[in-house]
């Protein structure tokens, strides 16, 4: 008995000890990045199976963004569980529950439509729709979710307050740390093996809800890098400076919960290069890389078995196949899930080589198929191997230098002269580049009126709520349109943009109207529109028309991704050496950080402060002037510097990534003030 006690032991501690030491090879690939990463991070990965866990700061509360309608999604199940909340039930759209943001019911659905409870979690799940969210909390009760998750014993996790309505909030102290919702790795990741174990609710809402999370149309951050041959359930977030994933990857091998949670990120660009973004990429990789590819091994991979409910490349490899050795050809659909009528077909192709027809493709059926048909025509080894390929010529040793920038341009600013550029002529996204424009049309009242800077600007719902980089102000709060300024240029505030927009559209027009001299078109201002948003969007439009921009359209003040908001390089360069002509403008974009006080609607006070984004004012002979970044535009700079006594402008449009733009700027300089300004 002593023996069998002893064995017993044993046993326990070599499988404690693998699942540690797997644990610790994970960590230790994983450890480097994050300790690389410029902002704050949380894990926890989990394999369900085996109880193996890797933690990094598992325990701290950090922001939610989206992802806190997971935690709504559990609460509406076990709502449902209790006989409090019917999920056929239909909910009513109205016009007031429209809010920004992700989604599809804003900007698809009228006011009046009606849809179930059901259908309202499954927008919420799959295209994170904030209006759709709302309908489910508003059904829910907003308390609801918070208290829920106390009583399964996850307190820190919290709904503060509905999606884009934070005067809804019910912890206003909590809204203001972290937003929306706060979490913890941990508690992410026990939701998620709740749902796995179907311990929290239901089996059949557990697996409604995995089915939800299965739909999650997010391919980026964590899901980017993983192949087909893992199933992942989850559910993303984003906002500024928080960006986080979590979930379950599955496959037929093993089912990992994993939840990444990263905050005060240093890059807050809203595109795929975004750092966090690369970092939860590289996460999932590496997760799958230790928990799926490198446990199936040579031999497994050889004798790779597939049967009825296998799904991945390998099936769409068996599929194209079949359809090719079998005459006539069965007609499979190449899609990679095994299904009664792949099945069929191997059943059938057994039968003609007089192999037992089970249905099951291993060792011997890949054999007798032979090699596999490639998705695209793969020529023989001979073929390939026997090719003679060409050379381009070796790289010129004169020349500008390489860049990823689409477009760009080098201006002397002395005289506006285009010293080189590629594509500077040609209209395209230009992102928050478009600030420029906002602030120099406020600069240009402010040289008439000097007093407007000392104006007080209140921050509207409107303006809190405009989506990407902000400055950080709060609806109703106030500060001065001097200290705005700042809080434009320097964090790129979308919200801040649209403020100065309402605060001086309307002014903007009517001294345009009055003096037909600054404005070379007078159908650009006869606008009767009352909105002064759009007011101010008009005067941006007849600004660039009086400097010469023929290539320039606004459509807003800010530079967010719309349709034929557009500029180009050199009317770029025009307008920053107008802005460089102009004192207070060329303070603001050569302030490297900025400390200012607003006062709230009730009378309180709040610092804050403001970073530039523009790295290069880290580098002495820098000092301006804008940057930008949107997926579409990619990543822009527009520039200035000076070098024994030669000032030069450079534009660059749509950089391969955010560190990129800056490296084709300075290569850019290099390459001029040692070779162009020569000329």
Not at 238 to 250: E, H, K
Not at 602 to 630: A, C, H, P, S
Request: proline fraction near 3%.
């Amino acid at each position: 008995m002593r023996r069998l006690l002893l064995i017993a032991a044993i046993l326990i501690c070599e499988v404690a000890c693998t699942a540690t030491c797997a644990a610790d090879d994970l960590g230790d690939r994983l450890r480097p990045m994050i300790e690389a990463h410029d902002g704050e991070v949380a894990i926890v990965i989990r394999n369900l199976g085996t109880g193996e866990q890797f933690a990094w700061r598992e325990a701290v509360v950090q922001p939610t963004a989206s992802l806190i309608k997971l935690p709504v999604l559990v609460t509406a199940y076990r709502y449902a569980d209790a006989g409090r909340l019917d999920l056929q039930s239909l909910v009513e759209l109205q016009e007031a529950d429209k809010v920004p943001g992700s989604g599809v019911l804003t900007p698809h659905f009228s006011a009046g439509a009606r849809i179930s409870v059901r259908d309202a979690i499954r927008l919420m799940i799959r295209y994170s729709d904030n209006t759709a969210t709302n309908l489910v909390v508003d059904r829910l009760g907003l308390a609801a979710t918070t208290s829920e998750m106390t009583s399964l014993g996850y307190p820190e996790t919290q709904l503060h307050a509905k999606v884009y309505r934070g005067d809804t909030s019910i912890a206003p102290e909590r809204s203001q740390q972290y937003g929306l919702g706060s979490t913890t790795a941990l508690d992410i990741v026990n939701l998620f093996s709740g749902i796995h174990e179907q311990t929290i609710a239901s089996a059949e809402s557990c697996a409604a809800m995995l089915e939800h999370l299965l739909s999650c149309e997010d391919r980026g951050m964590l899901a980017q890098n993983l192949p087909d041959d893992v199933r992942f359930a989850h559910k993303t977030g984003a906002i500024g400076r928080s960006r986080c994933d979590a979930g379950l990857m599955m496959s037929k091998s093993a089912t990992i919960a994993v939840c990444v949670l990263t905050t005060n990120n240093r890059d807050q660009q809203w595109s795929d290069g975004n750092a966090a973004h690369v970092l939860m990429g590289r996460i999932g990789r590496a997760v799958y890389d230790h928990y799926f590819r490198a446990r199936q091994g040579t031999e497994a991979a050889a004798a790779l078995v597939l049967e009825e409910g296998s799904f991945g490349e390998q099936v769409e490899d068996l599929q194209r196949t079949l359809n090719a050795r079998l005459q006539p050809s069965p007609g499979l659909s190449v899609d990679g899930d095994f299904g009664p009528a792949t099945a069929a077909a191997v059943r059938r192709f057994q039968r003609e080589q007089k192999l037992a027809e089970t249905g099951v493709v291993g060792a011997e059926i890949w054999k007798v198929l032979g090699p596999v048909v490639a998705e695209a025509a793969v020529p023989s080894p001979q073929e390939v191997n026997s090719q003679v390929l060409t050379m381009s010529p070796a790289d010129a040793l004169s020349g500008a230098p390489f860049v990823s920038a689409d477009a760009w341009t080098i201006v002397d600013a002395a005289d506006g002269r285009e010293l080189a550029g590629s594509n500077s002529e040609v209209p395209r996204d230009i992102a928050s580049t478009t600030k420029m424009m906002t602030a120099w049309l406020v600069a240009q009242l402010a040289d008439r009126s000097p007093e407007i800077l000392q104006e007080t600007l209140t921050m509207s719902r409107r303006a809190d709520l405009t989506q990407g980089s902000t400055a950080g102000i709060r609806s109703g709060e106030r500060l001065t349109v001097h200290e705005a300024l700042y809080g434009l240029m320097l964090p790129s505030g979308n919200d801040m943009s649209v403020a100065l927009a309402e605060h001086f559209g309307g002014r903007l027009i009517a001294g345009m109207k009055a003096d037909a001299n600054d404005s070379p078109s007078d159908a650009a201002i006869e606008s009767e529109a009352p909105d002064s948003l759009i007011q101010f969007v008009e005067a941006m439009n007849a600004e660039a028309k009086r400097l010469g921009m023929t290539g320039t359209h606004y459509v807003n003040p800010h530079g967010l991704t719309e349709d034929n908001h557009l500029s180009t390089p050199l009317d770029l360069s025009r307008l920053a050496q107008r802005i460089l002509g102009n004192e207070l403008l060329r303070t603001v974009i050569s302030t490297r950080q900025r400390g200012a006080t607003v006062t709230g609607s009730t009378g309180y006070e709040r610092n804050v402060m403001w970073v530039n984004t523009n790295q290069l004012l880290g580098i002495d002979g820098f000092d301006g002037m804008k940057t930008g970044t949107t997926t579409k535009a990619g990543a822009c700079l527009v520039s200035t510097g000076e070098r024994d006594g030669r000032r030069l402008i450079v534009v660059v449009l749509g950089s391969a990534a955010s560190e990129a733009r800056y490296t084709d700027s300075r290569n850019l300089y290099r390459w001029a003030w040692s070779e162009l300004v020569q000329q």
